[in-house]
């Protein structure tokens, strides 16, 4: 775990990995809960019986629910330690190009791959990857933004 306090350490591990977190498994009923606090109950996500002769030979986790794990993950990397506020600003792209299917085991990735000062703080630009075990392409890549106020 990495811990960041001050604006002038995040600036100086842009570029650098940051770490990796240990492998989880995706489950059914992580895949069912998301549906149910999103209302996309399609077929390829919650369907176990009718995904296996689908195009991925199972149920596949949602690609917002890979996404929605990325603060989760981060937090398993590294710690914002500054002494403002902490906003998500936002994100610049994000790609899926791997179904995640249930039962494989993902982990994330971190880099700080920009920090640029603002009129308030520090806006930090943080790369991450989902990878799939076994698998060439990862399930997601993000590209997030935070925003550090000056404290």
Not at 72 to 87: D, F, M, N
Not at 91 to 97: A, G, L, T
Request: proline share 5%; aromatic share 10%.
């Amino acid at each position: 775990m990495r811990v960041f306090t001050t604006f002038d350490e995040i600036t100086t591990a842009v570029g650098e990995p940051l770490g990796t977190t240990e492998w989880t498994e995706m489950t059914q009923e992580r895949v069912d809960r998301f549906a149910d606090a999103t209302g996309d109950h399609q077929w390829i996500h919650v369907d176990v019986e009718r995904a296996k002769g689908g195009p991925f030979g199972g149920t596949i986790a949602h690609g917002y629910l890979t996404l929605s794990l990325v603060p989760w993950l981060g937090a398993q990397i590294y710690e914002l330690q500054t002494s403002g506020a902490k906003l998500n600003y936002g994100m610049n792209k994000v790609r899926f190009p791997n179904p995640l299917l249930v039962g494989k085991r993902f982990r994330g990735t971190a880099t700080f791959t920009d920090a640029t000062p603002t009129g308030t703080g520090l806006q930090v630009t943080i790369t991450y990857v989902v990878e799939i075990e076994g698998e060439s392409k990862p399930a997601c890549v993000a590209e997030t933004l935070v925003l550090l106020l000056q404290g």
